[in-house]
C-alpha cells in the first residue's frame, strides 16, 4: 500500500499547471509517480523537464536507454520503474526473451559487444558508483564516444533517484497495470 497520498487534479486545484504539463508532455498524469511526488508541485513542477532532458541527453539510442534503464532497475532492485520500462522495451520491439537475459548478458548471445559494455557500466554505477573501473568506461568510450557515454551515467543516476522514491513510499502499480 502507498504511503502517501496521491494526487490528483481533484486534490491540488491550485496546481492545474502541473497536471496540464503532464498532459503537454505526454505523460500519464494518473501515474503513481507523479501523483507521489505532487505533494511538492515545485519539485514535479522541474521533475518532467528533468527526465525528458536525461531520456534525450548525448544521443543514447532509445532500445539501449531502456536496457541501461532495466539493468538499473534490476541491480537496485527498483520494480516499480523496471516494469514499466519492461514494457516501453517491448513496446519499441524489445523481443521479450532478450529483457529476460538481461541480467546474465555477459553469457548471452542476445546482446551485442556494444550491449554489454553498456550493461556493465550501467551495472557498475548501479552498483558502487566510484568503483566503476576505468577498462569499463573506456570500453563504453570507445563503442558510443564520451556524449553517450555520459548519458549512460546520467540515465542510471536518474533512475535510481526515482527509485529513491519509489522504493520507501512502495509505490503500488496503477491500476490495470500489466506487465507485457
Known amino acids: 500500500m502507498t504511503r502517501i497520498e496521491l494526487q490528483s487534479r481533484e486534490t491540488q486545484p491550485d496546481h492545474q ?15 503513481n509517480i507523479f501523483r507521489a511526488i505532487a505533494n511538492l508541485p515545485d519539485v ?23 536496457l541501461v534503464i532495466i539493468m538499473t532497475c534490476l541491480t537496485i532492485g527498483s520494480s516499480y ?18 529483457l529476460a537475459a538481461i541480467w546474465g548478458f555477459e553469457h548471452s548471445s542476445h546482446f551485442d559487444e556494444r550491449e554489454k559494455a553498456v550493461l ?11 568503483q566503476v573501473s576505468e577498462d569499463v568506461w573506456r570500453d563504453v568510450e570507445r563503442h558510443l564516444g564520451s556524449g553517450p557515454a555520459l548519458a549512460v551515467l546520467f540515465t542510471v543516476g536518474w533512475y535510481k533517484m ?19
Do not use: Y
Not at 46 to 66: S, T
Not at 81 to 98: F, L, Q, T
Open 17 to 31: 499547471h502541473v497536471w496540464d504539463m503532464l498532459e503537454r508532455e505526454r505523460q500519464r498524469p494518473n501515474s
Open 44 to 66: 514535479l513542477d522541474r521533475f518532467i523537464p528533468m527526465a525528458n532532458a536525461i531520456r534525450d541527453a548525448g544521443g543514447l539510442d532509445a532500445e539501449l536507454r531502456e
Open 81 to 98: 520503474e523496471e516494469g514499466r520500462h519492461w514494457n516501453i522495451a517491448v513496446r519499441m520491439g524489445v523481443p521479450k526473451d532478450k
Open 120 to 130: 556493465r557500466l550501467a551495472r557498475q554505477t548501479a552498483r558502487a558508483p566510484a
Open 162 to 180: 526515482t527509485a529513491c522514491v519509489t522504493g520507501p513510499l512502495d509505490l503500488d502499480d496503477e491500476p490495470g497495470f500489466t506487465r507485457l
